[in-house]
């Protein structure tokens, strides 16, 4: 017969997977390291921006190195107007709604713990309340058994008139 053992974890659990919530490592959230102001962005300055026929939007953010790319490129093709102060503003803006969004993810994973936890404890609940169901049945059997009446025991007299 084989023996059984617990499981052997590599690391102790966590607690909540917050591991596994995504958070975006670029250095200019403005331009996500490309060079180019995120679409999302260039529309809370210009309203109707057209990503496939608007000049290429140019983040000119502090220490941003991304937009090497594109200086080699015709000006005429560059929309130059996304000054520092804008590319800065707009970069704590996308850094906003990532954290908003890591929170949201975050309340997600913690409730699915907890609703799956929750759903052990009731499996767990109802196991015992089946067990002792069980055993109740059984010693109701054996006593009336002993009796040597039961089985004429009707439903009705379920809760026993002695
Ligand atoms: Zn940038």
């Not at 670029?26 to 026929?53: A, E, H, I, M």
Request: charged share 35%; aromatic share 10%; glycine share 2%.
């Amino acid at each position: 017969m084989l023996p059984e053992l617990p499981p052997l974890s590599m690391r102790p659990e966590e607690e909540y997977p917050d591991k596994e919530i995504f958070f975006p490592q670029w250095q200019c959230f403005c331009c996500q390291d490309t060079g180019k102001v995120q679409p999302y962005l260039v529309r809370r300055v210009v309203r109707n921006y057209n990503y496939s026929s608007d000049r290429l939007p140019v983040c000119q953010r502090d220490n941003c190195k991304a937009n090497d790319t594109w200086v080699n490129l015709p000006i005429e093709n560059l929309d130059t107007r996304f000054t520092r102060d804008i590319c800065n503003e707009l970069d704590l803006l996308a850094r906003d709604d990532w954290e908003a969004t890591r929170q949201a993810w975050f309340e997600m994973a913690k409730q699915r713990v907890e609703q799956s936890t929750g759903e052990i404890a009731q499996a767990h609940n109802l196991r015992r309340r089946d067990r002792i169901q069980a055993e109740f049945i059984l010693a109701k059997e054996k006593h009336h058994s002993a009796r040597g009446d039961w089985e004429e025991i009707k439903d009705s007299d379920e809760e026993g008139q002695e």
